[in-house]
Structures are given as C-alpha cells and as structure tokens.
C-alpha cells in the first residue's frame, strides 16, 4: 500500500530517540486508520460528527455575518411574519391566506365583527426561505437553535467522558493493583453508584444546587468515573496485573506508580479510550432527557428546544409543527449514535477477537 | 538443624538458603481465619557458589517455582533466611529495606517461562531490555542505547539496531526468549532465576538457547537457580541438581553424580521416567504408585512414604528424614539410604 509504513529500522535509528518514538505511534495509528477506514459504521459515525461539529462552528460566524442577531439570536431573537387577514363569517373561509373565521377572531379579540381586518403574527412559522427550519412558539429561529446547541452537547459529551475516562482509568488501575481494602471499596463504590438510579439522583441534585452545563457535565463524569466504568476497566487492569511481565518490570526494580503508570494503564488505555466514546453517547442523552424535563439552568439545547415545543402544548400535535420536534430529537439521536457507531469500530481495532480477518 | 551439615566447604557461597519456608493459607471464606496451609516449600536449605548453577528439578506442584519466586522476593517466604553475596557482605534478603531492595534488585534477575506474556506487547525491545537501566537510573539514554545493542548482538539478535524499535509480537517465541536473556543479563547481575525458560519452546531451538546462556554465563560470571522439570535440561545446564518433591529437597549432588548414583527412591522413579532413544527398550515397571498429592498441613513423617516403594513402618511412624550428607557432596533424605563413611 504505502512504502514507508514498513521504512527500514535502520533509518531510523539514525534519528534521535523522541522521533523515532513518535513515528512509531505515526506508524501504529496509520495501521489503527486502515482497519478502521475499511469498517464503513465508524466512518458513518465520524462522518455525522464532523457535519454536527461543522454546525457548531459556523454558528458563531454566521450571527457575525450575514444572521442578523436581532432575528437569528438562538435565545432572544423574535421574528414572527405578520399578515392581515379579513374576517368572514364562520364557515364561509374560501381562502385561508387572507381570511380568518370570526370564531378564531374572537378567540385573539371578542369585540371584533365580520369584515373588519386583523393582523395576525405566524409563531411558530413553518419553515420558509428566511428561516429553513421555521421558528418555535417564541419566533425563534430554530436552524440557528438547532446549530447553538450543537456547541453544548460537544462541550458536554467531551468534557464528561473524559472526567469518567480519567477517573475510572485511574480507580480500575490502583484497585487491581494493590487489591485488598483499596480494591473492595472502590468496588462497592462502584456498586453502589450503580445501585442509585442514575436519573432520579440527578433529579434531586438538580433540584438541590443550581445545574449549569459544566456542572451537569462534571456530574456524570464523576458518576461514570467511579461506576461501572470503573468496573469494567478495572476488570481489564486485573488480567494485565497478573501477567509476568508485571513481575518482570518488578524484577528490574520498578515501584508501584512505575507498573501502574508504565504497565498496566498503557494496556487499558485503548479499552478507556472505547469507553470514553460510550460515555458520550451517555452524557448527550442524560442532558436531553434533563433539560427535557426542564431540571437544567442553560439556555438553550437540543432538550429545552424539546421542551419549549412541549410546554407550549405542541408536542402531541403529531406532524403538523414536525419542525419544532424532529431537527432536536434527531440530532440528539444522531450525535449520541455516531460515537457509539465510532465506539463499536474501534472496539473491532482494539478487540482483535472482533476482527474478520 | 540441617543447614549446618550442608557446604561447609564452601566458604562464601553466592547464595545460601536456610530452612526456607513458605506456606499458603486455604481460603475458607471472606471473614474466617484460615486454618489450614499448604507448605509449598517446607524447610528447604542449600546453597550455591559464585561462578555454578543448581538445577532444581521436580514435577509440577511441588514448590520448585515458589522458591524461585522467593529468591527473587517477587513473593514473601513465611520462614527462612535467604543470604546473597554482595561484595563482602552477606545481604539477607529474607527481611530487607529498601535501600537493600535497591542493590538486590542489582545482583538478581528472573528469565520467565512464558516468551509471549513476559513482556508487556504495547513497549518496544529497546524499552523492555533497557527497562532495568531506566528504573534504577543506570546510565544516560544514549548510553543505555549502547548497552542494548550490545547486549542484543550478545544474545544472537543481530544487526541489534533491526531489533531495538519492534515490538514484542514481531519476534518468535525462541527471539524473545533471547530478548528475556538480555533484559535479565543488562544490569550485570550474578545470580539469575531461571523458571523453565526452554519449556515454551520448539525443541529445535532449545539447545541454541541453552548454549547461549551457558556462554553468556561464563563471559558475565553469572550463576543460575535453573528450574525445570526435565532432568537432560538440567544435566546439560547445571553443576548440581536438586530434586524436590513436595516442598522438600529430597536429593541433592553433582549432577553425574546423581544421575548416574540417584540414592533416594523418587529419584530413582524420576530417572526411569527418562525416555531412553532405543524402539526395543523395554520399561522396568515403575516402582512408585500414586499421584502427587497437595501437601495441606502434612503429618510431620516422610512427604513420600505414601508412594515409597521401600517404606517401612520406621518410615511411617518416625520424624521427616533431615537431608543429610550419605557420601562426599551427595545429601539424601531418606532414612533407608546408608550413610557411607
């Protein structure tokens, strides 16, 4: 395929140590590319990824440029297209983009007659050339909602999957190692987070401290972290710790934090870095199912835009406002299954008893 | 007791064992104190000089790894007290701080049995053989560069600089033994622990691999605690064997000399096993009956007196046999073996 993934040892050793080192992991991550290239679910899932997070970027620039922020502002822009309509009696409407019934009239201003004209502001407007995705029940802009939120659930899905990645690495590490009390607390820690309803406790918490996004991301971090994450990785850090090599790197006078950190993490780390995108997938629906629920104290997400179409009694309309549901729940599906669908190819990279060849 | 009896002509041994013993709690439960024991390795002494290896032979289960893994303190002995020859002094390495941790981990390293798990798959061959050098801040990086190409065209991998930079998985099983060979021999130690590191391998390449050691021995003065099960290894590498059977030394001597006069019955039940190269060889019906058994809590009698073809009711009522020298250099324990005076 390409020449220099097999470049002579040689030539290297001519090179100092850090650049051999580095070309090596160049090396290994091209061979982890192929295998995961060839794996069509993982580049569908980092594809949509790139599309969301393209999304997020340009959001910023387009309310700079050409978005007008007093219409485009995902959180107090207002634009409601406006028409006037003549009055008819009930029954008679011939044309509804003029004419309106005096039953639905009088619902907006009882002391109205037949023939009088009305000026009736459309929110939330289906979607138009001016706002591609319409507007929500507040006549905001939901493409540029919809692109907002995109930022959060990155920052959210980022930020908690490391914080648990971290944790549980380091937790499921030391408990292997050192066994014994470490071990057994740790682990029925872990039992026990497991034990607690995951969303009634977030409920509570929520309910108890002001939940900010950074909050709620730090939050299911440290659940995860120290969870079932932890178990698992731990479980993995276990059958490396009774490997001989361990007992070699003892031999050759290493302490604890050199096996630990030199030994057993860099063999669970590709198992971690699985996990981590799992726990995004976790943390993007947590945070829809909350805000959903209206617990969070954010602006805007993918949730609250949920949210809003529910409080506002449009979410049983079926259909008809299908502009105020679908961009929302389909990104949140989206979003979380491609880095699961990212997760599920690197776990076939990682596991080679996943491998078909 | 029996330590006294044991090289007194050997005025500083490398190392000397004394009345080691280990014993391992069996489990009953979480909370419950363990009562019984099994004795791995029960009261076993002997010790070896600068410069000669002792083969330690046995079959599986009867504590000859443990006492391996307890020279290399990779496991804590119950009782005993292990000394090693460091310059003038005698280090105890039975109970020792860290500061003797640090020149113990200098003088001893282990060769594992397993080529495929002793090394850890995500570091290259530089990083695993300079692994030692690093961990006791041997030396500058570009010199331990030195040191481990050296080391690798000692051991036969050749041009060094191909090796250096693969991974574990890119070698065979006989490659990476070597690699194991140069990773315990890089810091210049004199004693190395060798747990069966041929038993892994094709038959084709063992001997390559025993020749290499043999030499790398006399070139680094190195002495090897060799365990194995297979007694031609043992006569091929080492100076003296011991046989062990359930955590005891049962025989002990120069190598000819105990294959050629084995003294005590297991011994004798050991070298009929060997296979003899000849279609029309017929087997004497071997004389011992039984399996190895575990030995928790053992009565204090002889561990063999259940598969002893010659045991009497003397052996059966009486105290374990102590190893005793019978003849010049060669220690049994048996109380039937005749002293020879």
Known sequence: MTTDLHQSTEEMLAESLWKVRLKLAWRSFRKGWASFVENRIGLLGLGIIALYGLMALAHPILLDTVWDPRVYDPIIGYDAPATIKTIVPDGQVTDPETQVSLLEARLINPILKVGETLEIREQPASPSRKHLLGTDPLGRDVLSQLMFSTRAAFLLGVVASLVTVFIATTVGSVSAFFGGLIDTFFMRLADLILLVPFLPLLIVLSALFQFGLLHLALMIGILGGFGGTAIILKSQALSISVKPFIDAARIAGGGKMHLIFRHIIPNVLPLSFLYMMFSVTDAISIEATLSFLGLLNIDMSWGIMIYQASVQGYLLSGTKYWWLLMPAGLSVTLLAGSFFLVGRAMDEIINPRLRKR | ?341
Not at chain 2, 17 to 44: M, S, W, Y
Not at chain 2, 312 to 322: F, G, I, L, S
């Open chain 2, 1 to 341: 007791m029996t330590d006294r009896t044991i090289d007194t002509k050997v005025e500083q041994p490398l190392v000397k064992v004394e009345n080691l013993k280990r014993l391992f709690p069996v489990q009953r439960g979480l909370f419950r104190k363990a009562t019984n024991f099994i004795h791995a390795v029960d009261d076993v002494s002997f010790s070896i000089p600068a410069g000669e290896s002792l083969g330690l032979v046995g079959e599986s289960g009867c504590g000859k790894t443990t006492t391996g893994r307890i020279l290399t303190r990779l496991d804590q002995p119950t009782d005993g007290a292990i000394y090693l020859r460091d310059g003038q002094e005698m280090l105890n390495i039975a109970d020792i701080d860290k500061d003797g941790m640090k020149r113990f981990r200098r003088r001893v390293q282990m060769i594992f049995q397993d080529p495929y798990e002793s090394m850890n798959p995500r570091r290259t061959i530089f990083d695993t053989i300079a692994e030692p050098l690093q961990v006791q801040g041997i030396g500058r990086l570009p010199e331990r560069e030195e040191r481990v190409a050296e080391l690798l065209e000692l051991v036969g991998l050749t041009p060094a600089p191909t090796f250096m930079f693969r991974y574990p998985h890119e070698l065979s099983g006989g490659q990476r033994q070597r690699v194991a060979i140069a990773r315990a021999l890089v810091i210049d130690p004199t004693f190395v622990v060798a747990d069966e590191p041929t038993s892994m391998l094709d038959v084709s390449i063992r001997i390559s691999i025993m020749d290499l050691m043999l030499n790398l021995a006399n070139e680094f003065g190195v002495s090897y605690l060799y365990i194995t099960h297979d007694l031609a290894v043992a006569r091929y590498m080492c100076d003296r064997i011991a046989v062990m059977y359930l955590g005891k030394i049962v025989e002990l001597a120069e190598t000819e000399e105990l294959l050629g006069n084995p003294q005590h019955p297991y011994t004798r039940a050991l070298l009929s096993a060997v296979p003899v190269p000849d279609p029309s060889y017929v087997r004497p019906p071997v004389e011992i009956k039984g399996g190895i058994t575990k030995a928790i809590d053992p009565p204090p009698v002889c561990r063999f007196v259940d598969r002893c073809p010659w045991a009497t009711d003397y052996c059966r009522n009486n105290e374990a046999p102590p190893l005793e020298e019978k003849s010049s250099g060669h220690f049994v324990a048996c109380h039937l073996v005749e002293k020879v005076s």
